[in-house]
Nanobody
């Protein structure tokens, strides 16, 4: 049984930093492809960053150069380092995992989800 538990959210002023963590259990070699998504009130859930089981990464254009996704396989933990935060980054952030052979990165491709952690950036 897969469990994903996010932590590290909070309130920060614009320009500040936060590091999100996602403790994972129950993932296999085939499902160890993970991502961070976010959803602001009234908006659709969007992909922020993704990492495959070999460590390859991809980012949404809106966060390139500011956010970094990483994974500690020994600790079964996924991270999202967020720097230079902007008010438009305010959202609930979710950790997710998918079956690796899927080549798409939309939310529907991810079968396992955490409950989310709130990030609020004030101007």
């Amino acid at each position: 049984q897969v469990q994903l538990v996010e932590s590290g959210g909070g309130s920060v002023q614009a320009g500040g930093s936060l590091r999100l963590s996602c403790a994972a259990s129950g993932l296999t070699y085939s499902t160890n492809c993970m991502g961070w998504f976010r959803q602001a009130p009234g908006k659709e859930r969007e992909g922020v960053a993704h990492i495959d089981r070999e460590g390859g990464t991809r980012y949404a254009d809106s966060v390139k150069g500011r956010f970094t996704i990483s994974k500690d396989n020994a600790k079964n933990t996924l991270y999202l380092q967020m720097n230079s935060l902007k008010p438009e980054d305010t959202a609930m952030y979710y950790c997710a995992a998918k079956w690796c052979p899927r080549s798409d990165y939309e939310p529907y491709a991810y079968g396992y989800w955490g409950r989310g952690t709130q990030v609020t950036v004030s101007s």
